[in-house]
């Protein structure tokens, strides 16, 4: 059964679908993410131009967690344009990262996250550092 409400004044009818698209709820989240991003941005003085790197943690539940990280994977276009960097997970930051602000958060649907900013980290690419040394 759809869920649909209208109103009217007499000579115009509104009709409205009420019920909740996952699609959209999504991009609800991603705003919102975003939104907390560039807060703490301003919130630490950074500028717009200085380069962060910026992590994100999946926190509560599985099922949070699950919800959390598919919103990313369908999102992560917007909000890295939006950011003007990439997202990463909080998770793969190399041990020695440098955080500069770290805030727990939560969405308006009740998903927990932490975000965090970096200071730019080099990622050694073992492999090839291995090859220069000879094993």
């Known amino acids: 059964a759809e869920e649909v409400d209208a109103g009217g004044d007499g000579d115009v009818l509104v009709m409205l679908e009420l019920e909740q698209d996952e699609e959209l709820l999504e991009a609800g989240v991603a705003r ?3 939104n907390k991003f560039q807060r703490m941005r301003k919130t630490a003085g950074l500028t717009p ?3 962060v790197e910026m992590y994100i943690g999946l926190a509560g539940d599985d099922a949070s967690q699950a919800a959390l990280a598919k919103m990313l994977a369908n999102q992560g276009e917007y ?3 939006s950011l003007a960097v990439p997202l990463l997970l ?3 930051a190399p041990a020695h990262a440098n955080p500069l602000i770290q805030e727990e958060h939560t969405t308006s649907t009740g998903l927990p996250f932490t975000a965090c900013f ?3 980290s080099v990622y050694p690419h073992l492999p090839a550092l291995q090859a220069l040394c000879n094993g």
């Open 32 to 34: 919102e993410v975003v």
């Open 90 to 92: 909080l998770a793969a």
């Open 118 to 120: 970096c200071a730019p």
């Open 79 to 81: 909000i890295a344009s």
């Open 49 to 51: 131009g200085q380069t």
